[in-house]
């Protein structure tokens, strides 16, 4: 599809992932970031060329409605969705408490957030000439890490929603969903898991994203995700067993 002259929305685009593809796309796009602190926003859009921003808890259906009418109001419509923001919690099943409250909020966060966020969007994107829905989800949503599993489990949700939601949109819409699946990213968001000193840089996953875009690859499997899924992913237990230890 083309990557000039759209109208895209990032949730989570104030920092990490979120915003290297917002640097990646500005110079050509116009781009909205979302983002539950407003000075955080502000700070990264600051420097960039066509990058607005709207402070909104993705969380919370009021602020999503509110999100949705701002949009309308001020842009008149987005023809590309990209479903970023994210939740994580580092625990282990069998030690660990609470395994339920971090495991909601995780999906509130990770599949819940996507899917209401869609629902709102997908009317807009809809009339669009040529749209998009990206959804990012993960490495461990192929194979799980024990180190988070019920991020884990959210991710997992949210690949099998996202080829659903491709395959029944391929139908009769001009919307195009893609899944962006990185692997360990070096982002303040994966500090607790070593993103600091074994994740890969945030712009090559912006990178691999804006190129998937423009050649139609619709399952973006960046770095080590790629290389799981072709070399291990058809022996799911040696799959599991390689990637936990």
Same mark, same amino acid.
């Given at each position: ?17 979120? !915003? ?26 600051? /420097? ?16 999503? /409605? ?31 408490? /609470? ?24 009317? !807009? ?16 949503? !192929? ?25 029944? !949109?391929?139908? /009769? ?73």
């Amino acid at each position: 599809m083309n990557t000039t002259n759209n109208t895209i929305l990032i949730t989570g685009g104030g920092s990490g992932i979120g !915003l290297e593809i917002a640097k990646a796309l500005s110079p050509a796009n116009k781009i909205i970031i979302v983002g539950r602190t407003k000075e955080k926003l502000e700070a990264a859009a600051k /420097d960039l060329e066509n990058v607005f921003t709207i402070q909104a808890d993705i969380t919370n259906e009021a602020d999503i /409605d509110r999100l949705y009418e701002e949009v309308k109001t001020t842009f008149g419509s987005i023809n590309i969705l990209i479903n970023n923001a994210g939740n994580a919690y580092v625990h282990n099943l069998a030690n660990d408490g /609470d395994i339920y409250s971090k495991a909601l909020a995780e999906f509130t966060t990770n599949y819940f957030a996507p899917i209401r966020l869609t629902d709102k969007f997908l009317p !807009l994107l809809k009339q669009q000439n040529e749209a998009a829905i990206v959804n990012v989800s993960s490495i461990v949503g !192929l194979v799980p890490g024990s180190h988070v599993p019920t991020y884990s489990d959210s991710k997992a949700a949210l690949h099998s929603h996202t080829r659903l939601l491709r395959y029944e !949109l391929a139908k /009769d819409t001009n919307v195009k969903v893609f899944e962006l699946m990185p692997p360990l990213v070096d982002t303040d968001f994966s500090v607790e898991i070593g993103g600091r000193e074994n994740g890969i840089p945030a712009s090559d996953v912006a990178e691999d994203l804006v190129k998937a875009l423009q050649e139609d690859i619709y399952e973006i499997r960046v770095g080590n995700t790629g290389l799981l899924y072709d070399n291990f992913f058809a022996a799911t237990e040696g799959a599991f067993a390689t990637f936990n230890n």
